[in-house]
C-alpha cells in the first residue's frame, strides 16, 4: 500500500512545528539518516500525492521556524561535503569579488561534472574558512543562497532532492521527520 499523507482538512499538516529538540546535530545526521532513510524514503513517495500548496505552506512554515533557531555556522555541512552548480553567472559574480577574470575562476577552483555543469574540484568549497565563514559570501553560488531548498517555491518539484539534501542538512531531515509523523504510511 503506497503511503499518503493526512488532508489539512483536518487540521494535520497545518498544526506541525519544529524546534530546537527535533533538529539533530550535524555529527549525528549520517546514523540518524542510515537508521531512517527507508522511512524517509516512503515518506518523499506519500509526499507526491499531497495538494501542492499545502505541502509547500507547511514546508515554507516549518523552513521559517528552524531557521529562527538554527545557526547554519554551527554545521556548514553542505560547504564541507558537496558542491552546488555553478552557472556562468555565479562564474561572473565570484570574478567580480576576487578580483580575477571568469576564466580564471573556472581554472582555479571548478570542473565540468558529468551533467555539463560547473562544480568545485573538490569539497570542501575552497572559500570556507575553519569558523566556517564563506569568503565569498555576499557573491556566493546562486545555489549556496538557496540552500536547503526548504523555502523554494514548488517544492514538490524537488522532493528528490530534499530527500538527498536530509543527509547533509540537519534542518531538511527535521522537516522530513516531521512531515513523516503526518504519515499514515509509515
Known sequence: MQPTMKSSSKGDLNRLSIGIQDVPQP?????????NGGFLRKTVSGLGKVNPRELETVVHS??????????????????????????????DVMAKKLRIRPSEVVQNYLQMDNDGDFVFHEAP????DQENYCGIYSHRPKACREYPHTDRSRFYQILQLSLRNAEICPVVY???????AKNPGN
Open 62 to 91: 516549518l523552513h521559517q521556524q528552524a531557521f529562527e533557531f538554527y545557526d547554519c555556522l554551527k554545521c556548514a555541512n553542505c560547504c564541507r561535503s558537496i558542491s552546488p552548480a555553478i552557472s556562468h553567472n555565479d562564474v
Open 27 to 35: 555529527a549525528q545526521l549520517k546514523t540518524l539518516f542510515a537508521k
Open 125 to 128: 568549497c575552497p572559500f570556507i
Open 174 to 180: 527535521a522537516i522530513l521527520m516531521k512531515l513523516s
